[in-house]
């Protein structure tokens, strides 16, 4: 079992920055690859980003390619979410997840409860 907990959300301006965590619970987080997905109000869930157990191989949507970077910490048992350039589309709850790697919501076994990022104009 692994139990996600997110931090960094809130208020920002267009242009600015965020940094998310997630810290994991459970000794195998190693094992798992991880990622965020977010979902805006009145919207479909959506990908957004997912790194390999190691943090060798990483697969962004197109949507935040060059302005997102997610990076682990295995010592730490931590994910983080670099969010650079916000635009107010960027606005959403922002989960984090565990499992296998992939772009779609049942590659993930596992999900934070959530963080919300408001971009404002």
């Known amino acids: 079992q692994v139990q996600l907990v997110e931090s960094g959300g809130g208020l920002v301006q267009a242009g600015g920055s965020l940094r998310l965590s997630c810290a994991a619970s459970?000794?195998?987080?190693?094992?798992?690859?991880m990622g965020w997905f977010r979902q805006a109000p009145g919207k479909e869930r959506e990908f957004v980003v997912a790194i390999s157990w190691r943090g060798g191989t990483t697969y962004y949507a197109d949507s935040v390619k060059g302005r997102f970077t997610i990076s682990r910490d295995n010592a730490k048992n931590t994910v983080y979410l670099q969010m650079n350039s916000l635009k107010p589309e960027d606005t959403a709850v922002y989960y984090c997840v565990a499992g296998g790697y992939g772009s779609n919501w049942y590659d993930y076994d596992y999900w934070g409860q959530g963080t919300q990022v408001t971009v404002s104009s």
């Open positions: 459970g000794r195998t987080f190693s094992s798992y690859a």
